[in-house]
């Protein structure tokens, strides 16, 4: 099945840096890749996501990038704010329904 | 309505208790999901219904026991559970993005 390693586990940034956090899956059919934000006690939301046939896509501050030939994808967010504080999952689709998260990311912006 | 509703927010029981879990959407979605959630851990799937079909099981023990009466509705009944089973169970629906309830978090006793 679908493996999907996420990194760093753990990020600590301050107030107006940015972060990125990258993550490796090992299946060659996957064609989704969303990214969920999760704050302290809430549902998982998703923030981004990419489709195999596009290597990059923004969101005012938040980006996605995707390398198809080396199995990585990764969400870079700029000027990053204390809201921006949670953890993080990238995830994995082939398109039958099956979306494998990463191991997870926290993320803390110091103000 | 982008929104996906859970009960009980909190359950505890018993080993020897019959509970269940109940999930609601009315977003048209014609696929709903139950994902399990140990702390700091991401969600790992545990059975998919499509067009209220069961299309996945994750090979979950036969003590989770799935039911998806109509499209808006998805029940995940629950008979002689481990402590090891106590975690938040999410309720999810959509086809790419999927859209998650607030969870209902189990504590078995």
């Known amino acids: 099945g679908e493996n999907v390693e996420q990194h760093p586990s753990t990020l600590s940034v301050q107030e107006g840096d940015s972060a990125v956090i990258k993550c490796t899956y090992s299946?060659?059919?996957?064609?989704?890749f969303p990214w969920y934000k999760q704050e302290l006690g809430k549902r998982p939301q998703l923030i981004i996501d990419i489709r195999s046939n596009v290597g990059e896509k923004k969101d005012q501050r938040i980006a996605v990038t995707l390398n198809k030939t080396a199995k990585h994808f990764s969400l870079h967010i700029t000027e990053t704010q204390p809201e921006d504080s949670a953890v993080y999952f990238c995830?994995?689709?082939?398109?039958?329904?099956?979306?494998?998260f990463g191991t997870g990311t926290r993320l803390l912006v110091s103000p | 309505d982008t929104e996906v509703t859970q009960t009980p927010k909190h359950l505890v029981m018993g080993m020897t208790n019959k509970k269940s879990l109940k999930c609601e959407q009315h977003?048209?979605?014609?696929?709903m999901y139950w994902y399990k959630q140990k702390a700091k851990k991401p969600p790992e799937l545990m059975f998919v219904?499509?067009?209220?079909?069961?299309?996945i099981n994750e090979s979950v023990p036969s003590r989770f026991s799935p039911e998806c009466p109509n499209s808006s509705l998805l029940n995940l009944h629950l008979h002689a559970l481990q402590p090891e089973d106590s975690a938040l169970y999410l309720c999810?629906?959509?086809?790419?993005?999927?859209?998650f309830g607030e969870g209902s978090r189990l504590t078995v006793l």
């Open positions: 219904y499509s067009y209220e079909k069961l299309s």
């Open positions: 977003m048209g979605h014609r696929a």
């Open positions: 299946d060659s059919a996957s064609n989704y």
């Open positions: 995830a994995v689709s082939t398109g039958f329904q099956k979306l494998v």
């Open positions: 999810a629906s959509g086809t790419s993005e999927l859209f």
